[in-house]
């Protein structure tokens, strides 16, 4: 096992050098005036239906609001090629998850029935313990955690253990392509595809997205909306989640519930708390 002493350096954590390669071309294609990896709210909405075959979104306030997302990213300052390239890619599965989303509960509308029963929020700060913590709970048989590949891809498609093992195989190309992209981030944050993940990839917006772009003008959007929506469809998406396969307890996590715990409540009145605590003075170098 590799020192992790000797690994610690933001230095160390930079990119690989074929994507550095490939940010820095499309650098050069801006100078030339060149789009590259255009972000366009239109033909992503065009491409998710062109690739699922739906077009039902539900409530026209969900396409509303994620135009406001998706066209701060077109207009952030400094997004890379890798960057660009990325962000499509989440969005567009935002997107078709949506429509198999609300094609699934037009189909099977017991499913708003399923009952979420005092659900686990773990909510402490990043470098808390809350990855240990959520793996801990992931050992006991009465506890479901959601894996990675089940938080990308909560949707059915068919029945068929193809279709599951297919969903499984584009969350592991997720983690090797985090991987090749950034090979150290692993000593950060471990991912695997049948690993329990952040529960965050279910949430429509969330302030992560702060991390990934300049988008001022989205992060004071997010502030001064409701969340009810979003976790109103966060729950349908456990609930889809619980329908393919009964469980007694949800435990989830991700410190951006942080900000929305009064809508978390309202959601989920039962929901369990449990916050992680550490010395802010270790937790911020880390």
């Known amino acids: 096992m590799a020192d992790t002493s000797t690994i610690t350096t933001l230095d160390q954590f930079k990119l690989s050098f074929p994507i550095r390669l490939l ?8 100078v030339l005036h060149l789009k590259t990896a255009s972000i366009n709210a239109d033909s992503l909405i065009a491409q998710a239906t062109r690739q699922t075959g739906l077009s039902d979104w539900g409530d026209s306030a969900f396409l509303d609001d994620y135009r406001v997302l998706i066209q701060n990213f077109e207009r952030a300052d400094g997004l890379s090629l890798l960057g660009r390239l990325a962000m499509r890619q989440e969005f567009l599965r935002i997107l078709t998850n949506r429509l198999r989303h609300v094609e699934l509960i037009k189909q099977h509308p017991e499913i708003l029935d399923v009952p979420i029963q005092r659900p686990i929020f773990i909510l402490g700060l990043p470098r808390t313990g809350t990855t240990l913590l959520h793996k801990l709970f992931a050992q006991d048989a009465s506890m479901r955690v959601p894996l990675f590949w089940q938080l990308l891809s909560p949707f059915p498609l068919t029945a068929d253990e193809r279709e599951i093992q297919q969903r499984i195989r584009l969350a592991d ?20 595809a049948r690993e329990p993940e952040e529960c965050i990839f279910l949430l429509p917006h969330h302030l992560a997205y702060h991390g990934r772009g300049i988008i001022p003008n989205y992060i004071q959007w997010y502030l001064s909306r409701s969340a009810i929506s979003d976790y109103r469809y966060y729950k349908q998406q456990l609930q889809i989640l619980q329908w393919q396969q009964p469980v007694q307890h949800w435990v989830v996590k991700s410190p951006f519930h942080l900000f929305n715990l009064d809508i978390l409540l309202e959601v989920f009145p039962d929901a369990c708390i449990i916050q992680t605590h550490r010395d802010p003075t270790k937790v911020l170098p880390s």
């Open 23 to 30: 940010n820095r071309f499309g650098r050069w294609l801006e």
């Open 173 to 192: 190309n997720t983690v090797k392509l985090s991987r090749f992209v950034a090979p150290l981030f692993r000593v950060i944050h471990q991912a695997d």
